[in-house]
């Protein structure tokens, strides 16, 4: 009986080693000094001369490829700024975590960030995880930049702030265009209605669509999901029947090559309107690219722009990543990594501060700040958080894209 | 002062004084700040996938049919607290009632839609049954996903076509956006209330199974037809099984939702994937075994995040340590070692050897998983 108490014991306290041995290792130094658990967010200054920024986001799974594109872009962005003296003379520590664009691991992330020492956090890249490390970054008040999560709850807490347009933008944006330039007066609208991303345009464009009945009017709506993104006979002969003469098509590049190529099988030939997922269109395999002829779409970043920023930024990108051409999530998440840079060299932000104290002088200056990057020129925040750029829009010419005027 | 007690009184004792040393432990660590932000933010988790767990093996140990949409009961759970407590965010003040009042409603939503799968389901057996549990997760998962809930002055608004739809008033709040899910749950859970569940959980399952009813079901598991010839109710037993492991599924969905501020059914969390996981904690921690359950569920659970150091090799050695346990769990060289240096072993050296009894109960189900071609 003895024995099994001791060694009950023994089991017990191996256990108890265990769990509290990860303590120490993990918290960077801190965890002795933490004290009190609750205010470990306040307390996770991390010593030493470095800005720890951190990020998350899906590097496996369905999403990994927006994933890796953010990861590969702000790495290149703070490999830059490390090479050319740091934030104020501090060099930036970048780490990113994976969170399988699931809500639970990307709040286990963000811990898993905070025991390093984060003190920024770029992130997270995906909406519906974004909202939910919004409420642990509120709480611990951390500086929060995404470059991609685009829904407007992202932003419903204070210290978090956009690179990216939300998707109530990118619909009223794209409506007003077709108005404006006169592109079209029969639309018709196909989208992914098991995607936030691409249903949130969808509902945006079409409350504005009906302030624009002046110049078009939107003749046929139809919807496909994720399990359905193969055939679009369908909706296509129906809008062709309908009479449209423009199609609007808010959803990513690998489906809009299917639509375009079905469309050309029935001698369907209207404009094609995209959004910022169109971007990527021409680079998709054993994909015929004179279909894209004229396609247009409204962006923010395009890789085969012909400005110095944004070819620099491709050859980069190209050099360190095996070839690979960058999405506009990568575009994103470079040009975050410069804004944080920007705003905490004009609040003079220090490394060793702690987060909180980050936090308030970022959101400070970041409300005055006016960036020039890859994705828009002179970008402003206001406090509630979203961006405010000109959506660019691009056509596709000769199989490049070229910009509308 | 154990040795005297039934075998399975001591059992049952054993797995509930490890519940609550654990949670001792742990919340004397979180008091002296001594664990790492990751482990705090992971107890609740913890904390429902052991009940998940649990409540499956209900199913699956003990009444002895493969169910594989586990996850849509917590699904249908983790959606109606998470609705009841955003409508009432701001009607009922307390957090601890509201989150309660939640609790009980997921448990009875969940239970009811167990009981409405139960009938058609129960019919079937063995291979089929599993796949058509598996198809009815899935629609949980998909219904999830289009429906819109709206509250405003005049009350109640739902429809399945788009937010526009609900044809509120202007000071309407969508509760439930489609595919969106829900944002903004109040966040109620903690590891405290984690753990009480965890322990009602054990107290209703463990009871169960010893008790008469237990042993019908049991017995339905064993041979069915046995069973029924000696007068046991085959659909009333089967039923209640399923729909205690329904309602005990809810339960852990609730303590889920409530735990991150948004909810969306997504394959990951409420799909087949999260059932599976159910299934892979039932499976190694041993069919039939609640302590192993719970054991399997932990420790799964925080592999992959403690895993985070070897970062893109972390899936795949998270792989191979599945492989490596099921292989110590259920190969014979596997229960060869365990019998020989276990803890077990080491633990009963005066007493009885409890190994051997636990031998033939493991090799009995796994001849009654066999006969069903699992």
């Given at each position: 009986?003895?024995?099994?108490?001791?060694?009950?014991?023994?089991?017990?306290?191996?256990?108890?080693?265990?769990?509290?041995?990860?303590?120490?290792?993990?918290?960077?130094?801190?965890?002795?000094?933490?004290?009190?658990?609750?205010?470990?967010?306040?307390?996770?200054?991390?010593?030493?001369?470095?800005?720890?920024?951190?990020?998350?986001?899906?590097?496996?799974?369905a999403a990994a490829l927006y994933g890796e594109a953010v990861k590969n872009g702000a790495q290149l962005a703070v490999d830059e700024i490390n090479a050319?003296?740091?934030i104020g003379g501090s060099k930036i520590e970048f780490k990113f975590e994976d969170d399988e664009h699931d809500a639970e691991k990307s709040v286990n992330a963000y811990n898993t960030l905070k025991d390093w020492g984060m003190q920024i956090l770029m992130g997270t890249v995906t909406t519906t995880p974004c909202i939910a490390v919004t409420e642990k970054t509120s709480a611990d008040q951390m500086f929060q930049l995404t470059p991609s999560a685009s829904s407007q709850d992202v932003i419903a807490k204070d210290n978090v702030f956009q690179v990216c347009f939300t998707d109530p933008n990118q619909g009223i944006a794209s409506a007003k265009y077709i108005g404006t330039k006169k592109l079209a007066t029969k639309v018709a609208v196909l989208y992914n209605s098991s995607d936030?991303?691409?249903?949130?345009?969808?509902?945006?464009?079409?409350?504005?669509?009906?302030?624009?009945?002046?110049?078009?009017?939107?003749?046929?709506?139809?919807?496909?999901?994720?399990?359905?993104?193969?055939?679009?006979?369908?909706?296509?002969?129906?809008?062709?029947?309908?009479?449209?003469?423009?199609?609007?098509?808010?959803?990513?590049?690998?489906?809009?090559?299917?639509?375009?190529?079905?469309?050309?099988?029935?001698?369907?030939?209207?404009?094609?309107?995209?959004?910022?997922?169109?971007?990527?269109?021409?680079?998709?395999?054993?994909?015929?690219?004179?279909?894209a002829e004229n396609v247009v779409l409204l962006t923010p970043f395009v890789a085969d722009a012909q400005d110095e920023k944004t070819q620099k930024f491709v050859a980069a990108y190209k050099k360190a990543y095996n070839n690979v051409t960058p999405i506009q999530f990568a575009a994103d998440a470079y040009d975050a990594i410069y804004i944080i840079k920007e705003a905490a060299e004009k609040s003079g932000v220090k490394a060793g501060m702690k987060t909180d104290e980050i936090c308030k002088l970022l959101k400070e200056a970041i409300t005055g700040l006016s960036f020039d990057g890859l994705t828009g020129t002179g970008m402003k925040w206001s406090a509630d958080g979203a961006v405010n750029k000109d959506p660019k829009a691009m056509v596709i010419k000769n199989g490049a894209y070229t910009a509308m005027d | 002062m154990l040795k005297n007690m039934k075998k399975s009184t001591r059992s049952n004792i054993i797995t509930y004084a490890m519940v609550i040393v654990a949670y001792i432990v742990m919340q004397t660590l979180v008091s002296t700040g001594s664990v790492t932000n990751l482990i705090q933010g992971l107890l609740v988790p913890l904390c429902a996938y052991s009940i998940l767990a649990v409540s499956l093996n209900l199913t699956v140990g003990i009444l002895g049919e493969l169910s594989l949409g586990h996850a849509g009961f917590m699904c249908v759970g983790a959606f109606v607290s998470a609705a009841f407590s955003k409508i009432n965010a701001t009607s009922i003040e307390n957090d601890l009632l509201r989150f309660i009042i939640a609790i009980i409603i997921a448990a009875v939503c969940a239970g009811i839609v167990g009981i409405l799968i139960g009938i058609p389901v129960l019919r079937l057996k063995g291979d089929y049954l599993a796949i058509?549990?598996?198809?009815?997760?899935?629609?949980?998962?998909?219904?999830?996903?289009?429906?819109?809930?709206?509250?405003?002055?005049?009350?109640?608004?739902?429809?399945?076509?788009?937010?526009?739809?609900?044809?509120m008033e202007s000071d309407g709040k969508i509760i439930i956006n489609g595919a969106t899910g829900i944002t903004g749950t109040p966040h109620s859970s903690n590891f405290t209330i984690g753990v009480i569940l965890l322990l009602i959980t054990l107290f209703i399952v463990l009871n169960l199974i010893n008790s008469r009813s237990g042993r019908a079901i049991m017995a339905i598991r064993d041979n069915s037809i046995a069973a029924e010839s000696i007068g046991i109710d085959l659909t009333k037993y089967k039923m209640l099984a399923f729909s205690i492991s329904a309602m005990l599924a809810g339960v852990a969905g609730a303590l889920y939702s409530h735990n991150l501020s948004t909810l969306a059914a997504t394959s990951k969390n409420f799909g087949y994937n999260m059932s599976i996981m159910i299934l892979v904690f039932v499976v190694l921690g041993g069919i039939g075994n609640i302590r192993g359950s719970i054991i399997a569920a932990i420790i799964l659970t925080l592999l992959p995040e403690l895993l985070r150091a070897v970062n893109d090799y972390r899936m795949l050695i998270y792989a191979i340590l599945l492989i490596a346990l099921m292989l110590f769990n259920s190969s014979p060289a596997g229960i060869n070692f365990r019998e020989k240096y276990g803890i077990g072993r080491l633990l009963h050296k005066n007493g009885p050897d409890l190994s051997e009894t636990a031998g033939t109960q493991r090799a009995h189900h796994v001849e009654g998983a066999g006969k069903k071609g699992v």
């Open positions: 009986m003895k024995k099994k108490i001791v060694s009950l014991v023994m089991a017990g306290l191996l256990v108890v080693s265990a769990i509290s041995g990860c303590g120490g290792s993990g918290g960077s130094g801190s965890s002795a000094a933490a004290g009190s658990s609750a205010a470990a967010g306040s307390g996770a200054a991390a010593g030493g001369s470095t800005i720890k920024i951190g990020s998350i986001g899906p590097v496996t799974g050319a003296g740091g936030v991303y691409s249903k949130g345009i969808y509902e945006k464009f079409m409350e504005e669509s009906k302030n624009q009945s002046g110049t078009y009017t939107v003749v046929a709506e139809e919807a496909f999901t994720d399990e359905s993104k193969t055939d679009f006979s369908a909706q296509l002969n129906k809008f062709k029947s309908a009479g449209a003469d423009l199609v609007f098509c808010p959803f990513y590049y690998e489906v809009a090559a299917v639509v375009l190529k079905q469309a050309n099988e029935i001698k369907f030939t209207p404009t094609f309107f995209g959004v910022d997922g169109m971007d990527g269109i021409l680079g998709v395999e054993n994909f015929d690219t004179k279909l | 058509v549990t598996l198809a009815f997760g899935e629609i949980i998962k998909n219904v999830m996903n289009v429906i819109y809930l709206g509250v405003d002055s005049k009350g109640i608004h739902f429809c399945i076509t788009k937010a526009s739809d609900l044809n």
